[in-house]
Every structure is written in C-alpha cells, then in structure tokens.
C-alpha cells in the first residue's frame, strides 16, 4: 500500500471511531520517512561526499548508498524492500477497524484492488515519461509502484483468509519454491543453476513472458517472477503490524519483533553462501536478510519513539512519511537539483568546485523538505 494506510478511509461516526481506530503510531510515519529520505536527496548528498571529505567513515557510507553490480548487498539494497515491509505492517492498522465494524471482505478486496490498479497505472507514468501509448513495444511495464500495489493487494487478500502462521508458511513455501526454480529449471542454452546475468532463470522467463520494455534489454528485476519474492516482505510486514496492534506488552511486542527479525539475518546470511545475496534477483536469502533487517528497525524506532517517549526528532521524518507518495513522484517531474541551482547557487559557488554537487543536493533536500512541511502544515496528505 502507498503511502500509509494506518486509518480506514471509510467513514463513520465520530465516537466509534475514536473508541475503535488503532492508535497512530510516530514510529511507523518516522521510519517511512527515514526510508524515503534516502529517494528524497540524503542518499545522493552522502553518496556525492565520497572522496571528497578524507574521512573513511563518509567514503564508507557513501558507497552503501550504491547498488551492487550483481550479487553482494549495500544498504541502499534494503531501501525498497523496507517500504514492501512498511506496507505490510499498515495493512492490519487499516482493516482492523474495518472488520470490527463488518464490512464485507468484498468490499476490502476491492479497495486493495483499486489501489493496485491505481498505482500501477502511476508506475507506468512513473517510468516512461514521456509516455507514448501508441507505442506499446517500448513501454515498461515493471515498475515500483506497481509491485508495491500487487504485494498490498496479496497481502491483503491473505491477511483477511489465513492465520498469521500460515500466512509466514506460505512465504516459507513461495521462498523454496523460487529457490528451487531457478537451481533446478534448466534454462534455454545456460542450463539449470545459473545465476549470471545472462543465464538466469528470471531474465529468461521476463525476455520470454514479458510485454514492452525490459529496464536491462535483456533482463527485469521489476517484472515477473520477481514479483512472488517481493510480495513476502509485504506478507511479512502484516504478521508485524499484527504484533504492534495486539494487546502484548511492549516489552513481549519488541521481543517478538527483534529476535525473529535476528533469526531471519542469520538464515538469510547463511542460505545466501548458496543462493547469493542478489536484489537483482529478490533472491530468498535476500528476501530475509532484508525482512530481518526491518523487522529489527521498526523495533528500534517502536521502542525509542513510541515506548520511550523520545519524539521530537521524529517529526522531520514525520513530514516526509506521511506523504511519500508526493516525495516518490515529486522526484520524477520537479527538477529540484535546477531550482536549488537557481536558488543558492550564487552562494554554493564561494565554496571549492569539489563540493558544489553535494551542496546542490543539500538544497534539493531542504526543498523537498519545505514543500512536504507546507502540505504537512495545510493537512494536505496524498494517500491512495
């Protein structure tokens, strides 16, 4: 689901829905934010400092903020499968009040189908502007948004049927079933087992199944098969907004987030000496490498904002996770590195040339900033 749906958008009266609505949680609007501050201009004004400071710690950062050729993991790697994951953990906080009221599952599945339908239509927009409709060939049809909208959608739909234990069975089955598949489905002129670019099973079922335009001419990771690993870190992300909506002390709640999420970083380490460590791919030891890493960083943020109390510094991620959908977009039809140009350019240019790009990212940042406290402040919310 994008953004977040922490509150049912049906409507009700008043009293009901204070007495019922789960409560709103900072942590999960911060932890958005600080995931989709890395797309809004941090990522690339860390990732510009590097070799440029002499600090190795900067230099250290600024290549984590890269994606891997092929195999491997940086944490720009965890940045997508966070918000699969924060997705997820929304969806329980959005249906709860629902179903305590009995609306019909029908009605549900529908919702979560329009959203679908509406944020795969922005993710065509999103990645062929400018979008030629009469030129279906070279339309790319795998997209970010358009995933996020099917995860939420499979999420939903099992959220509503299964229990929590046998909805992780059932990421369980999708992660060895894939596994499986590409170790074991031979793979026209490669074989069964190949993992490289060119001879994957993933590249070869999206070259051969796929309509329009593939990101790599050759290759996907936002088409097809893909999709199936992708959709666990969403199903995942429900059985932990089960956990954060439950009457479960916070203790027991932080407990039950940290140690499974621990567990999930070993298993996907250790399964990944295997079955490689790969975005690219969504490879299952990368599908818990990076669930286990959420899972760990929305107990941190649970326990530091919402069970200590220490909040103040939340609000500037705040700001940006309560309308990330503006901030994913804003980004690909404003041009705000010209206008921070235009804006401060005039001071960035008595500093060293060396540092002029990472200042012109840092301006791009505050505007981005700006414009997302201006809705915040006018209670202008983007939600689909």
């Given at each position: 689901m994008l953004p977040d749906p922490q509150t049912d958008a049906a409507p009700s009266p008043v009293a009901t829905e204070t007495a019922r609505k789960p409560p709103r949680l900072l942590s999960i609007d911060a932890l958005r934010g600080f995931d989709m501050l890395l797309i809004a201009g941090g990522g690339t004004f860390i990732e510009l400092l590097k070799g440029k400071t002499g600090l190795a710690w900067v230099d250290w950062l600024g290549e984590q903020l890269t994606h891997p050729a092929w195999h491997g993991f940086t944490f720009y790697d965890f940045i997508f499968p966070l918000f699969l994951f924060l997705a997820g953990v929304s969806i329980p906080f959005s249906l709860r009040n629902s179903l305590e009221r009995g609306v019909d599952k029908a009605v549900l599945y529908r919702k979560a189908l329009r959203r679908w339908g509406i944020l795969f239509l922005l993710g065509i927009l999103d990645k062929n502007v400018p979008l030629d409709l009469?030129?279906?060939?070279?339309?790319?049809?795998?997209?970010?948004?358009?995933?996020?909208?099917?995860?939420?959608?499979?999420?939903?739909?099992?959220?509503?049927?299964?229990?929590?234990?046998?909805?992780?069975?059932?990421?369980?089955?999708?992660?060895?079933?894939?596994?499986?598949?590409?170790?074991?489905?031979?793979?026209?002129?490669?074989?069964?087992?190949?993992?490289?670019?060119?001879?994957?099973?993933?590249?070869?079922?999206?070259?051969?199944?796929?309509?329009?335009?593939?990101?790599?001419?050759?290759?996907?990771?936002?088409?097809?098969?893909?999709?199936?690993?992708?959709?666990?870190?969403?199903?995942?992300?429900?059985?932990?907004?089960?956990?954060?909506?439950?009457?479960?002390?916070?203790?027991?709640k932080l407990v039950t987030l940290i140690v499974p999420g621990l567990y999930a970083i070993a298993v996907g380490v250790l399964w990944g000496l295997h079955f490689p460590i790969n975005k690219h791919l969504w490879s299952s030891s990368f599908i818990l490498l990076t669930a286990g890493m959420a899972l760990n960083f929305l107990a941190l943020f649970y326990g530091i904002i919402d069970v200590l109390g220490y909040r103040r510094w939340a609000f500037f991620f705040k700001v940006i996770g309560m309308n990330s959908i503006v901030v994913y977009l804003a980004y690909r039809f404003i041009d705000f590195d010209q206008t921070s140009q235009r804006l401060f350019g005039g001071l960035i240019k008595y500093t060293a040339e060396q540092w002029h790009d990472s200042l012109r990212a840092l301006g791009s940042l505050a505007l981005v900033w700006t414009m997302l406290y201006i809705l915040y402040r006018t209670k202008i919310f983007v939600k689909i």
């Open positions: 009469f030129d279906p060939a070279h339309i790319r049809f795998g997209t970010v948004l358009g995933r996020i909208g099917l995860a939420g959608f499979v999420a939903t739909v099992l959220f509503l049927n299964f229990s929590t234990r046998q909805r992780l069975l059932s990421v369980a089955g999708i992660l060895v079933a894939y596994y499986a598949a590409l170790f074991l489905i031979p793979v026209p002129g490669y074989g069964a087992g190949d993992l490289s670019f060119e001879g994957n099973l993933v590249g070869w079922f999206d070259r051969t199944f796929m309509p329009g335009r593939l990101l790599q001419k050759t290759y996907d990771e936002l088409a097809l098969l893909t999709q199936f690993p992708a959709m666990c870190l969403t199903i995942i992300g429900t059985v932990a907004g089960e956990i954060l909506v439950s009457d479960k002390t916070d203790r027991t």
